[in-house]
């Protein structure tokens, strides 16, 4: 057993380990897609409200919309890339040329997310 929890307890005797396993991927990969629309819509949400600021802009609402950005790019690539993943692990469907350059592409939006989460709080500590 990997876990210790009250359902993995109750579920590996009558079914296996690799049901268990499948059932967990199958319910994560339906929440996301379902809560996608409604994440996007946020982070869309948060550029325009941002860019239609008509006052003086602090540069915490810089920050704040790059970050939303860096969101949107994760919800449109790590998620999308990322059942890709999970439902065909060894057969990569899109090329050589996605397999190069669109393949890092969910890291390079969760460094740029990190870094703008870090600044954003430097920002804040330094006032």
């Known amino acids: 057993m990997h876990e210790s929890g ?3 307890k109750h579920v590996e005797p ?3 380990e690799r049901f268990r396993d499948a059932c967990r991927g199958d319910l994560w990969t339906t929440f996301r897609g379902a809560n996608r629309p409604v994440w996007s819509y946020g982070n ?3 550029v325009i409200v941002i860019s239609k600021l008509r006052k003086k802009k602090q540069p ?3 920050y704040v919309q790059k970050l939303a950005i ?13 059942v890709i ?8 469907v899109f090329g050589e040329f996605a397999c190069r350059y ?3 592409a ?4 969760h460094g740029a997310s990190v870094w703008f989460i870090a600044i954003i709080a430097m920002e804040r500590y330094s006032k």
């Open 14 to 16: 009558f079914f296996g």
């Open 102 to 104: 669109l393949y890092a």
């Open 85 to 92: 993943k999970e439902k065909a692990p060894f057969n990569w």
């Open 44 to 46: 869309v949400l948060v």
């Open 60 to 62: 915490t609402d810089f």
């Open 70 to 82: 860096a969101d949107l790019g994760i919800l449109t690539f790590a998620f999308s890339l990322g």
């Open 106 to 109: 969910p890291e390079m939006f």
């Open 6 to 8: 009250a359902l993995s």
